[in-house]
């Protein structure tokens, strides 16, 4: 157990629909990660969040947001679902975002969109 | 950004040594390596990581040319519960940005 936690741990909906991924950081950690795995584009970096403030950003679409509350628990919204989204998506966590400080990830939401 | 250069597959015998290896040859002198690995179902979980010395934790061993052009993971003992993708990542060097760059990773099997 990782200590990150993601909720749900499946979410079935239709195109053109909008969901909310919810990640939990690991107590302490400031900084949040967020990841896409697709069977085609393998595990991408979508966002980082330190503190409330967005650090990076990866391939994320335009139709995807994310942010992180004061709690420092973070939210992915996805919009106008397509079936290309299909996907797990991965939350990680550190305690400051370096790139030298192992990432701690989630067990994944699994999403499938018919 | 550095990339990484991996088997798509590799296969060891339970109990047997196994050396994964990686190439990183556009390497910059900051650049973190990183090994990360996934089992079914699960997120990616830490391995181990360096810069230019060889390290050793209580899961694996990671063994940095001396050019840091390539490195490899050593699990000393292979274990069914090793079976798992094992990615080599080199850490984005961007101040304090530290997201990961994935590649398609090892396949490592183990077998009984």
């Known amino acids: 157990d990782s200590g990150v936690t993601q909720t749900p741990k499946h979410l079935i909906t239709a195109t053109g629909q909008r969901v909310t991924l919810r990640c939990s950081p690991r107590?302490?950690?400031?900084?949040v990660y967020w990841y896409q795995q697709s069977l085609d584009q393998g595990l991408q970096f979508l966002i980082q969040?330190?503190?409330?403030?967005?650090?990076a950003k990866g391939n994320i679409l335009e139709r995807f947001s994310a942010q992180q509350f004061p709690d420092l628990h973070s939210e992915l919204n996805l919009s106008s679902l397509e079936l290309g989204d299909s996907a797990l998506y991965f939350c990680?966590?550190?305690?400051?975002?370096?790139?030298?400080?192992?990432?701690?990830f989630g067990p994944g939401t699994r999403l499938l969109v018919l | 950004d550095a990339k990484t250069t991996q088997p798509n597959s590799m296969e060891s015998n339970e109990e047997e040594p196994v050396h994964l290896p990686c190439n990183h040859s556009?390497?910059?002198?900051?650049?973190?390596i990183h090994w990360y690995r996934q089992l079914p179902s699960q997120g990616p979980e830490y391995v181990i990581h360096?810069?230019?010395s060889n390290v050793n934790n209580r899961m694996a061993s990671l063994a940095i040319a001396e050019d840091r052009k390539s490195s490899t993971l050593i699990l000393h003992r292979a274990t069914l519960r090793d079976a798992a993708v094992y990615y080599c990542?080199?850490?984005?060097?961007?101040?304090?940005?530290?997201?990961?760059?994935f590649g398609k990773g090892t396949k490592l099997s183990v077998k009984p």
């Open positions: 990680a966590s550190n305690p400051s975002g370096g790139e030298w400080e192992t990432q701690y």
């Open positions: 107590s302490g950690d400031l900084s």
């Open positions: 969040y330190y503190n409330g403030e967005e650090r």
């Open positions: 556009t390497i910059s002198g900051t650049d973190y």
């Open positions: 360096g810069l230019t």
């Open positions: 990542i080199l850490s984005f060097y961007g101040g304090s940005q530290g997201n990961l760059i």
